[in-house]
């Protein structure tokens, strides 16, 4: 009996894993966001990170993976990645943003994207969030593990509006109980 209900227990625990590694967030670079925001209109999450970033290389390892913020992400945002030091041109809202200190086949740092600026981005990794018009809400600095970033998807999806205040933030976050694993 006992073994039958381990080796149930390990079933189940072994197909979740099966199954969350099937999915992935819906990832979009800065120059699909126009055309699918005109689509659908959603709030936006945008993963400011770069290549030698150990903590950008751990929330895309243990928070990007995760089978709530994945499905939550999905569901209720744009999730779009964004390499700090990339070289490429973006436009973004009738602008065009470049890297013009970028050095090819440079290892480690190399120039700060224009865009990443503009995103008020000034460490990594940073979570920079847009209201459905792509306008800024927050960037939001530091690793975050899947119940942090619960916090804030949730608060800009389901509590902020224009004229949020700092109280609103402090009440909402401390009436908070994340359900993500």
């Not at 993963?47 to 928070?63: A, E, F, L, Q, S």
């Not at 945002?77 to 490429?88: L, W």
């Not at 290892?107 to 792509?134: C, I, K, M, W």
Request: hydrophobic fraction near 40%.
């Amino acid at each position: 009996m006992m073994r039958a209900l381990t080796l149930s227990l390990f079933l189940a625990t072994s197909l979740t894993a099966v199954l969350a590694q099937g999915a992935e967030i819906n990832w979009m670079s800065v120059d699909e966001l126009e055309a699918a925001q005109a689509r659908e209109p959603r709030k936006v999450m945008i993963d400011v990170y770069t290549k030698w970033c150990g903590p950008c290389k751990m929330m895309m390892r243990n928070t990007f993976t995760n089978a709530d913020v994945i499905a939550y992400l999905n569901e209720n945002f744009y999730a779009v990645k964004f390499d700090a030091e990339g070289p490429d041109p973006v436009e973004f809202k009738g602008q065009t943003f470049s890297n013009p200190n970028y050095v090819p086949n440079k290892p480690g740092r190399n120039g700060v994207h224009e865009l990443s600026r503009a995103f008020q981005v000034r460490a990594y990794p940073t979570l920079v969030y847009l209201d459905e018009n792509l306008e800024m809400i927050a960037p939001i600095s530091g690793y975050k593990n899947p119940q942090q970033l619960e916090l804030y998807l949730r608060f800009f999806d389901e509590a902020w509006a224009a004229g949020t205040t700092q109280e609103d933030w402090d009440n909402f976050q401390q009436s908070f109980s994340p359900t993500f694993n």
